[in-house]
């Protein structure tokens, strides 16, 4: 099993630009998440997937776009980059047991707008 | 709403040293608690869990356990050893939400002395 994964692993943008993060896991996991990671923050959620076809907001929604066709895949499409979205960004996925979930992370993409 | 608040790091100790790094904890429903680590450059790996009070999760010499009445989830190890150094987030998964949503504190980093 790769577990999650995340291309690419570092990205410079210019302000305006576009650009598409992919996230993939193996594992058939029903949940999948973004977040970004700011020194001070901790993790923020930017949004989530309970399954194919179902998407919704978290905590930090403006400037980001999702889909998921897939189990597998996760994208996050950024419309048009600026430099507040200067970030770390992990893609998660997650399992329940009896509503308990444990997420697994991917490595992170390391996305610098200038 | 639901919130994580643990300390502010950075914490240094020296090698063999305890560690505390206290967690609180204000959740609507009845939360799954849990203990995230993230080792430099890579993403987060769950390091321990806790489902119910007065369970105590373990694993890699850390401990934590789930006080309802004081609300904390506080993790502990007896003895530090230079690999411990890292990021370390605590965080809770509410199932009384009826929602998937994770909430994370802002991290506590340790930095373990030689």
């Known amino acids: 099993n790769a577990g999650v994964t995340q291309t690419p692993k570092f990205q410079v943008l210019k302000t305006g630009q576009s650009m598409t993060l992919q996230c993939a896991q193996d594992m058939n996991h029903e949940y999948m998440s973004w977040y970004r990671q700011d020194p001070g923050m901790g993790l923020r959620l930017i949004h989530y997937s309970v399954g194919a076809g179902i998407t919704d907001q978290g905590e930090v929604p403006n400037g980001y776009n999702v889909s998921r066709s897939t189990t597998e895949d996760f994208p996050l499409r950024l419309l048009s980059a600026a430099p507040s979205q200067t970030s770390v960004y992990f893609c998660a996925s997650s399992y329940s047991i009896v509503g308990i979930y444990e997420q697994y992370f991917g490595p992170g993409t390391r996305l610098t707008v200038t | 709403g639901d919130s994580v608040t643990q300390m502010e790091g950075p914490v240094t100790l020296s090698e063999e040293a305890f560690l505390t790094i206290n967690c609180t904890y204000t959740?609507?429903?009845?939360?799954?608690l849990f203990w995230y680590v993230q080792y430099p450059g890579e993403g987060l790996q769950l390091l321990l869990k806790a489902t119910k009070a007065d369970d105590k999760g373990s694993n890699k010499g850390f401990e934590a356990t789930y006080r309802k009445e004081t609300t904390s989830f506080h993790l502990e190890k007896g003895s530090v050893q230079v690999s411990d150094s890292a990021v370390y987030f605590c965080?809770?998964?509410?199932?009384?939400?009826?929602?998937?949503?994770?909430?994370f504190g802002t991290g506590t980093r340790l930095k373990v002395l030689a």
């Open positions: 959740a609507t429903g009845y939360p799954s």
């Open positions: 965080a809770l998964s509410d199932r009384g939400s009826g929602t998937y949503k994770y909430i």
